[in-house]
């Protein structure tokens, strides 16, 4: 009798990549980040709080650009946050920032002067207008909140919905008028109000895939391939469906005086 032997795989040396090939966790472009960079740089803050940080790249390029300004940021994430870690200090900023692995939900962090929430309005909370009072509480006078937050370009479709993401809904978003109101209403008058273009979308999920899916065609029998195949199959579908329906709005938001 013969034993069908599958190829053997060492693992963990031998685990599908994770996001190696993205600079940002989100729609993101060099010119757009540098022009952040400088904008925040020009309130000359002391004190960088990011919020849902992964591995906080805007927030050591703003650190690099203010040599005065100490970060922290936190996320629940250990394995990204390592990557922040290693990132400063092959940048010379590890003295100069904390990655810390809690839960941003009520935060005793802050005041800070300026406040990075990138794609992590969820670590605030499940409601956007509470999410955004908190980051007024979290932002000192005269400084600025940088918030990058999901907006629909257009109501979806049903269909659309139920190609996107599980139990996905009309309500999971404002459009950009109503969550720049929100952002009002909660104390804050906008700086600038920008949206991340179809071109730093495609390279954002096209880079969130990339390394995964290199890997899967050279590894097709690994023990992990089958779930990877229908992990990236999924995500895949879904953001054919959110593309150019789903957008990223960047606000730059100054706190109204109490
Ligand atoms: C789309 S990523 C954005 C990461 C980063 N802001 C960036 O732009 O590169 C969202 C991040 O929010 C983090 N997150 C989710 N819930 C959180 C919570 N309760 N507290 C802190 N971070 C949280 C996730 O771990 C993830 O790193």
Request: proline share 6%.
């Amino acid at each position: 009798m013969t034993t069908a032997t599958a190829p053997q795989h060492d693992l963990p040396d031998d685990l599908p990549p994770r996001l190696t090939r993205l600079t940002f966790h989100g729609p993101l472009s060099e010119a757009r980040a540098t022009a952040m960079v400088r904008r925040l740089a020009g309130v000359q803050p002391g004190s960088v709080l990011d919020i849902g940080c992964g591995w906080g790249e805007l927030m050591l390029r703003l650190l690099a650009a203010v040599p005065r300004a100490h970060g922290v940021g936190v996320d629940v994430n250990a394995a990204d946050l390592e990557r922040g870690r290693r990132a400063a200090g092959a940048r010379g900023l590890a003295g100069r920032v904390e990655f810390a692995e809690e839960s941003a939900m009520g935060t005793g962090r802050g005041p800070a002067d300026v406040v990075l929430c990138l794609g992590a309005s969820q670590a605030l909370g499940d409601d956007l207008g509470p999410a955004l009072r908190e980051l007024r509480r979290l932002v000192a006078d005269g400084g600025r909140v940088l918030l990058g937050e999901g907006f629909w370009q257009r109501t979806p479709t049903e269909a659309e919905l139920a190609g996107m993401w599980p139990g996905a809904s009309p309500s999971d978003h404002h459009d950009l008028a109503t969550l720049v109101d929100l952002a009002v209403a909660a104390g804050f008058r906008p700086e600038w109000i920008e949206t991340a273009s179809l071109d730093e979308w495609e390279e954002f999920e096209s880079a969130y895939q990339a390394d995964t899916e290199v890997w899967l065609a050279t590894n097709p029998a690994h023990p992990l391939a089958t779930e990877t195949r229908a992990r990236l199959d999924t995500h895949r579908a879904a953001w054919l469906t959110y593309r150019g329906v789903l957008g990223l709005a960047y606000l730059t938001l100054v706190p109204t005086k109490a």
